[in-house]
């Protein structure tokens, strides 16, 4: 069954006066879209007003997403000073992201540095790897390790060099390893609660206005599947 995020039950991993780290669930969507179902950032506004009983609007930035169907961590902006620095963080890569991901079939190598150049197409919202760079590709590249040999599925964890659209999706499934549950990029079947076995689970950067290093862990969904690695 599928629990979307609330003020209630919001899984805060970190905050301060500045930022704000959240658990995210599937389903949950980081903005507003065409959807009209209620974003996560407004959620945490509501978290915020409610806990410290704020009056009028709070100030909440958005400095970067997680697809719908993936969990794990988000980071958000509590004033304007760290939105703009945060920004300036995310952009030039100053951060360093670990995903985990459950993949159907175990990559040929137990450990490599994947390079494709991408393709997006819009009116499909995916995106297409190719070996060589292409007219209007961009260059991805990840670096992939198996940390667990499940059952039927292998464990990853993957390090992004490049921030693409739906990149680990996509250039897993490039070399025969769809996540489980990706119907978009080859999986045979989707997962009970919409969602896919990749998992936004560790950041690292230096804070916004502290300047102290911040590592931040998200726990795995708790889902058998993921509780066995």
Not at 43 to 60: A, C, Q, T
Not at 206 to 218: G, R, Y
Request: glycine share 6%; hydrophobic share 35%; net charge positive.
């Amino acid at each position: 069954m599928k629990i979307l995020s609330t003020k209630e039950n919001l899984q805060v991993l970190y905050e301060d006066n500045h930022i704000i780290v959240v658990n995210k669930r599937v389903g949950d969507i980081v903005q507003g879209d065409k959807t009209g179902d209620k974003p996560l950032s407004e959620i945490v506004k509501e978290y915020i007003k409610d806990k410290y009983n704020k009056p009028g609007e709070v100030f909440l930035g958005v400095v970067h997403r997680l697809d719908r169907p993936t969990t794990g961590i988000v980071m958000f902006a509590k004033t304007s000073k760290a939105l703009t620095r945060l920004n300036e963080i995310f952009k030039n890569r100053e951060t360093l992201k670990t995903y985990w991901a459950l993949v159907k079939n175990k990559p040929s190598l137990p450990e490599a540095t994947l390079t494709h150049y991408l393709t997006r197409n819009e009116k499909s919202n995916t995106s297409k790897a190719h070996a060589k760079e292409i007219s209007g590709s961009k260059k991805a590249s990840l670096t992939y390790k198996v940390i667990k040999n499940l059952t039927n599925y292998t464990a990853l964890e993957v390090d992004l060099h490049t921030g693409r659209h739906h990149q680990i999706r996509c250039q897993l499934s490039a070399i025969g390893s769809p996540i489980k549950g990706d119907l978009k990029y080859g999986a045979d079947r989707s997962n009970p609660d919409g969602g896919i076995c990749l998992h936004a689970r560790k950041l690292s950067l230096t804070h916004p206005v502290t300047k102290n290093i911040l590592e931040i862990i998200a726990p795995v969904p708790d889902d058998a599947l993921w509780r066995s690695i």
